[in-house]
């Protein structure tokens, strides 16, 4: 049995060698949700939501999130109903059989910037801004890596040809992508007035996508501490029982 | 005090005398672990059992605010919360006289007018547009349908016949149309639920 | 009254029910008192994990059903709300998909205990094909479950296994158009899979009790691969086996809370968080991990029907396994060497695992065609072979008399140096 699990070791630490370099090595941050006593950040994720709302949503639809979720980064029942109250939303039809518009409602999912995939395709150059609503989750390391991708946007190295309609980032996969740098220093102005670098801006929206991604990370967190520690305590009883239990067979 | 203390000295010897083994080390270890396993699989038990009550989608929809100010004097619209249609009827004055003037003794299920609205506002009547015979949706709001001799709604299925306060009058239902959950915003609007 | 059974209990309305229906009677007879070997060691904890898995998935899966939508415009959307807005959709969610995947650890650790102390001899030979059909149905469970979130690698992953089916000659594309229902992995394939994925579950519930009659008929194996000789050699399920399965029970839901809570998507694939496409094919295709060593199997062969020949022989042969192991010799311990091979079918195993997830080229094709050899060398040459020509360590007397390791000669049980005499006996009937 040992000889097995001393060969089985050998064999894991020569079959994990160095990882394909398909996707740049990208730097990680130190988040406040890592970890299993992660949480969010809601002053940031507000921010973060401010740049959604400012600069990202004119192309990248969240039709999995509804105005009322953002109560979960701290902001009240007020507010939320301001904010939908903002928008208009496609309202059903009204007597005469002709399509309506109401303002929106916080039940109301967040409004799409497109009416259909076709649209949005036409407004941008034949890309579909991908919707943002599990855009962390849906990547591999996906906060770090939309953070580096949001701050990725450098000179090619000399000589390579960048294809119209495409701009180079460092951490794109295959280096073009069809969106152009999207944040800017100083393009949002932080209701908090935090300064909008796009390093700031970045770890801000970062941090209200991946609420968005997962908006119950921090009661999953949370109920998984009392588990483990009642399954470790089980662990020890139980044991103890067993023990007991089998002390006469000894 | 002395007879307490030796009578708790005899009971422990007893309890520590049964058997070969420390019986009341042993017990206590597998009754606390017994207890902790129904504690631990009675927890398990909660998140099924809840994931079945209405979900967060389901719960904001289940207020819907109305705006009046659209609906005139005699007429009455019907709108949708949590799926059910509710009447909304701006009563003229004299539906309103005859509601309050009409006897108690002349009711089915008797009630006075003034518990059917909300103060200050007794022009409007919101009732859940469901016959509480059988479930039908009665007819009355409509300009064109019929409202039955008491002015307010009747019903097709089996002849119900409703009141200006939705207070059932004649016909087989067995009490008036229900009141949801409402309060007046301001003048115009209200909040259902 | 002839034919009524005479129940033994006090109570009078246990009394009354068991003389009808003999639960209570059976419930003590097979996990009361039933005579079990008292070395087991806590490789035999996990066929009773292996149920309670079972019973957590067919929980789980009932209840996300009730709010599951089987149909393509719906479906991706509907996990989502599952996620977000039902109250705790998300645990019943990631309880679901993570104990697929302690279905699989369990299940896989189950049947190396099987190979290893060879449990799957005779008599237990059907007990053991019983657990390939479990197997098998688990894995069909598996597959279409997987498809029902709609991701990416939903769709991708049912495309590239359904489309398997067309290596088959003459009737292949008859019949990969019969499991679509379509043209292509579409609604009517979604559907379908949702009904079957829901039925599964209760056809290996009855497979698991079957599995578990014809293993009380024999009674179980034992880490020393020698039959129960006398009483001596066994103790009562309960409390025995009770406690020391409770113990397990405690560690395996240990680790199942720790990736449903704090790990939740490290076994499963981003992709599968993007609604599917069928105008975009993913970068990397890959099953989840459990199917990964007969993903790689698949491809190591360049021909596609052969290929796919070759994924289905490597669990079929499993079928025959109780006569193609020659060795009269049931647990490992007493083949040295025999060890050495299991070692290295157990690094194959691993091997392919890993190849399966990458890409399939440079090193991972050869590693993927060593490994695939290898697997089938072992159980088609190296154990019919090896069962011939072997010198096995000869057997214990008994499970009370083990003799494994030096002990003081007067600790009871006998210690020291086996007895004279004890070559390899053939091996013990019950």
Not at chain 3, 22 to 31: A, D, N
Not at chain 3, 226 to 243: G, L
Request: aromatic share 12%; proline share 8%; glycine share 8%.
């Amino acid at each position: 049995m040992r000889k097995l699990l001393v060969t089985l070791l050998a064999s894991a630490a020569l079959a994990a060698p160095a990882l394909a370099q398909e996707h740049p090595e990208v730097p990680s941050v130190k988040w406040s949700f890592n970890g299993p006593f992660g949480s969010y950040d809601y002053a940031s994720a507000q921010r973060g939501f401010q740049v959604y709302k400012e600069v990202c949503s004119n192309c990248h639809g969240m039709k999995l999130l509804s105005y009322r979720d953002l109560t979960g980064i701290g902001l009240n029942a007020e507010q939320v109903k301001a904010i939908a109250a903002d928008v208009t939303v496609p309202g059903g039809t009204n007597d005469a059989g002709e399509p309506v518009d109401r303002p929106g409602t916080a039940a109301d999912r967040f409004k799409a910037p497109f009416p259909n995939d076709k649209a949005a395709r036409a407004a941008n150059g034949g890309a579909l801004p991908p919707d943002q609503s599990l855009i962390i989750k849906a990547r591999e390391n996906g906060p770090n890596y939309v953070h580096a991708l949001l701050n990725g946007y450098v000179d090619p190295p000399a000589g390579t040809v960048v294809p119209a309609g495409q701009y180079y980032n460092e951490y794109f996969p295959g280096h073009y992508l069809a969106m152009p740098q999207p944040l800017h220093d100083g393009q949002v102005d932080y209701v908090d007035g935090t300064k909008a670098t796009v390093e700031q801006m970045s770890k801000d929206v970062v941090q209200f996508l991946t609420w968005a991604s997962e908006p119950n990370m921090e009661r999953r967190k949370q109920l998984g501490v009392k588990v483990v520690l009642f399954l470790a305590l089980m662990t020890g009883l139980t044991y103890g029982v067993k023990r007991k239990v089998w002390k006469d067979l000894h | 005090m002395a007879e307490v203390a030796t009578a708790t000295a005899n009971v422990r010897e007893a309890i520590t005398t049964v058997g070969n083994q420390d019986v009341t080390k042993r017990d206590f270890l597998k009754l606390l672990t017994g207890s902790a396993v129904v504690i631990g699989a009675g927890s398990m038990v909660w998140p099924f059992i809840d994931s079945m009550n209405p979900a967060r989608d389901v719960l904001a929809l289940s207020s819907v605010e109305a705006d009046l100010s659209p609906v005139v004097e005699g007429q009455g619209i019907t709108i949708v919360w949590r799926g059910k249609p509710i009447f909304l009827r701006h009563r003229t004055p004299k539906e309103i006289k005859e509601a309050v003037d009409t006897p108690l003794s002349a009711m089915k299920d008797p009630i006075a007018d003034a518990a059917r609205v909300k103060a200050g506002h007794e022009q409007w009547l919101v009732v859940i547009g469901i016959c509480t015979h059988l479930g039908c949706v009665p007819l009355g709001n409509k300009p064109t349908d019929p409202r039955g001799e008491f002015g307010g709604w009747f019903c097709p299925c089996h002849g119900s016949q409703y009141d200006t306060a939705g207070r059932i009058r004649l016909g087989p239902a067995p009490a008036n149309l229900v009141l949801p959950p409402y309060a007046f915003m301001n003048d115009t609007k209200i909040k259902i639920g | 009254m002839a034919g009524l059974h005479k129940s033994t209990y006090q109570n009078p309305v246990i009394n009354w029910i068991d003389t009808r229906l003999p639960l209570f009677t059976m419930m003590q007879k097979e996990y009361g008192s039933f005579p079990t070997p008292k070395n087991f060691n806590y490789f035999w904890n996990f066929g009773a994990l292996a149920t309670v898995n079972l019973i957590i998935m067919i929980a789980t899966g009932v209840f996300l059903a009730m709010n599951y939508s089987a149909n393509t415009g719906l479906a991706f959307d509907s996990v989502e709300r599952i996620m977000r807005d039902v109250n705790y959709g998300w645990l019943l969610r990631y309880a679901h998909a993570n104990g697929a995947s302690m279905f699989f650890i369990v299940v896989y650790i189950h049947i190396f205990r099987a190979l290893y102390y060879g449990s799957y001899k005779a008599p237990r030979e059907i007990l053991f094909m019983l657990g390939v059909v479990i197997f098998l149905l688990m894995m069909a469970t598996a597959f279409m479950g997987y498809v029902l979130p709609w991701g990416q690698m939903s769709y991708w992953g049912a495309t590239v296994i359904t489309n398997l089916f067309s290596a088959i000659p003459l009737v292949g594309d008859s019949i990969v158009t019969l499991l679509w229902g379509g043209f292509s992995v579409d609604n009517p394939t979604l559907n379908r899979f949702f009904a079957l994925h829901y039925l599964l579950p209760f056809m290996i519930f009855g497979v698991v009790f079957l599995h578990v009659v014809a293993l009380h008929i024999t009674g179980s194996n034992n880490p020393l691969g020698i039959d129960v000789k006398s009483p001596q050699d066994t103790i009562p399920f309960h409390p025995y086996y009770t406690t020391k399965d409770s113990v397990g029970l405690c560690v395996y839901l240990l680790v199942f809370a720790l990736l449903v809570f704090f790990l939740p998507n490290l076994l499963g694939d981003p992709d599968n968080y993007i609604t599917a496409n069928p105008l975009v094919t993913p970068a990397h295709i890959a099953p989840e991990w459990y199917f990964r060593p007969y993903y790689a199997m698949l491809r190591a062969v360049e021909w596609k029907l052969g290929g796919v020949m070759v994924m289905f022989a490597s669990i079929l042969v499993l079928f025959f396994l109780p006569w193609l192991d020659t060795s009269p010799v049931r647990s490992t311990r007493f083949r040295p060497m025999y060890k050495p091979f299991v070692a290295l079918l157990v690094v194959s195993f691993f091997a392919l695992l890993y190849v399966g997830g990458k890409p399939p080229e440079g090193a991972y094709v050869v590693i993927g065609r060593v490994a695939t050899a290898y697997w089938f060398l072992h159980f088609l040459v190296v154990l019919p072979i090896l069962g011939k020509i072997e010198r096995p360590l000869p057997l214990p007397e008994s499970i009370s008399n083990p003799v494994l390791r030096a002990r003081p000669p007067f600790s009871g049980g006998g210690g020291g140096p086996l007895p004279q005499g004890a070559a390899a006996k053939p091996m013990d009937r019950a």
